[in-house]
Structure formats: C-alpha cells, structure tokens
C-alpha cells in the first residue's frame, strides 16, 4: 500500500457505538493473519471485551472506503527492568522516566504497551498497510497520550524472530531488555522498549 492514501485511525469503542456491535464483528471478522493466529484470535475475539473493560484499547485503520486495513492495541502496564542487561545510554536515558532500586539494580516505571498489532492479509498485497505505517500512527495517538498524562516509555514483546527483531530494533529503534518464555505454548518471547 502507499502509505501516502488517507487512513483513519478509529478508537474500537468508538466504532462499538457508531456501529453497533453485530456490524462491528461483521468487520473484525474480515481481519486475516496466517502468520500469526494469535492476532487473528485477538481482533475476532478479544479486542472488544478487553476495550470494554477497560484493559486495552484497539485502535482500528481504516482506508477511505472503511475497509479494515489493520489494527493496533495499546494499554499501559509497570514495568520492571534489571539495570545489568541495560547500556549505560538506556540506564540514563530510563533514568528520567522510572525510579532506581539500588539493592536489585533495578527500573521500575508505568510504560505503555503496545500489545497487540497486525495488518490484514485479506487486502490485496499491493494495497496492504506497512509495519511502519502501523507504528506511525501508534506513536501518533501516543504522542497525544503523553501530551495529556505523561509517560515516556513504550514497550512490546515480540517473538525471537529475525525478522521482527530487524523491525522493531532497526526500523523503528527499540532496545531489547528481558526475555520473557511463554507458559502455554513456551514461545520466547524478546522484551523491548523506546523512549520519546
């Protein structure tokens, strides 16, 4: 997709209201991931239950003909960091945004977390939203969050893959800080951060 056409960006309870929700499930349900099925499950399953209880809040891309080009989910979680597998850059910059237990050598902070994203595979190839486009307009209402509230952090987990690592280290400039194993599926899982 040219990332230049116009998008919308639609706050999930937004669209419940305008909608409806039978409608709404009739567009989730559009939404395709082979190469990630958790997602999948997430946008068709979870993403209005979790917004309506206030755990997080999926946020809807949209092409100027509605059609449901991919999504993003954000909430915001404290966050636990051990210093030792930090830089001394990070461990400065994470120092204006979170406290410093001396005796764990440890960070603690309220960070957003961008929990779920995704671009749909049902539109064409040529038309599909980018990686990129999608975490520009996360950052976008993040920006608008932070002006309102606060906070400097934001983080992810994101599979052990080249891939992914590629986009989110080199592309989009986080730092990794932990590792996490799943313990439904023992899926590694990299923990990743950026300030800004």
Do not use: W
């Not at 539109?123 to 996360?138: F, M, T, Y």
């Not at 893959?161 to 313990?183: C, P, Q, T, W």
């Amino acid at each position: 997709m040219n990332d230049i056409h116009k998008r919308n960006v639609i706050n999930i309870l937004d669209l419940l209201m305008i909608e409806g929700e039978e409608t709404l499930l009739q567009r989730l349900s559009s939404f395709s991931c082979p190469i990630n099925p958790e997602i999948e499950d997430f946008i068709h399953y979870k993403a209005i239950d979790f917004a309506r209880r206030k755990l997080s809040i999926t946020y809807l891309i949209l092409d100027e003909t509605a059609k449901l080009l991919g999504f993003f989910t954000l909430t915001h979680k404290a966050l636990e960091i051990k210093g030792n597998l930090l830089s001394n850059t990070v461990r400065k910059k994470l120092s204006a945004h979170a406290r410093f237990d001396k005796n764990d050598d440890s960070y603690s902070a309220s960070a957003f977390l961008l929990a779920q994203i995704g671009k749909n595979y049902n539109i064409d190839k040529e038309n599909r939203i980018s990686g990129s486009a999608l975490i520009s307009d996360a950052d976008d209402i993040l920006k608008d969050i932070q002006h309102r509230i606060g906070g400097g952090i934001i983080y992810l987990d994101c599979e052990d893959k080249d891939a992914l690592r590629h986009f989110y280290m080199d592309e989009n400039h986080y730092k990794i800080f932990g590792e996490r194993v799943s313990e439904t599926d023992h899926t590694r899982y990299l923990q990743m951060l950026r300030f800004f």
